[in-house]
């Protein structure tokens, strides 16, 4: 009987310590999906993933909406060819979460090379099956 008990008991906690750790795994592969539809333009994948309410902020100061972010990323000065995060912090409430980190841009703006290490914040809501990105603010570091 204690064995059956124990037994339960381990397979609870393994059980529920998976499930808390899923929605960060979920939205750390949406992240990595994003950057790589970034580094080989995707449209259909940029909008997969991204709130019809977006609202992308670049560490410059200029915003754009969902519409204007995509063909920004499709067609605009800037070419990403590496996009890479460090000291990623994600917190997770209900069907919210909130990601902080370091990124590390390489690429070309207007065929100029373009290194970049800048501070992100984003917001991805839970919506349907997946997460989306809602907000997002780039941020020069000190």
């Not at 339960?8 to 929605?23: G, I």
């Not at 995509?70 to 060819?81: A, E």
């Not at 992100?120 to 989306?132: C, D, N, T």
Request: aromatic share 8%; net charge positive.
């Amino acid at each position: 009987m204690a064995n059956r008990i124990f037994l339960l008991m381990f397979s609870f906690l393994v059980y529920t310590s998976a499930n808390a750790q899923k929605p960060d795994k979920e939205i750390e592969s949406s992240i990595e999906t994003l950057n790589k539809a970034m580094i080989s333009p995707d449209k259909s994948t940029l909008d997969k993933l991204t709130a019809e309410d977006l609202s992308y902020g670049h560490s410059t100061g200029a915003v754009q909406n969902k519409s204007e972010f995509i063909k920004d990323v499709l067609s605009g000065p800037v070419k990403f060819f590496q996009i890479d995060n460090a000291n990623q912090i994600i917190t997770v409430t209900d069907n919210t979460a909130i990601v902080r980190n370091i990124c590390s841009i390489k690429g070309t703006r207007d065929g100029a090379p373009l290194d970049l290490k800048i501070g992100i914040l984003m917001i991805w809501i839970k919506k349907g099956e997946g997460w989306k990105l809602l907000a997002r603010q780039g941020y020069k570091l000190p």
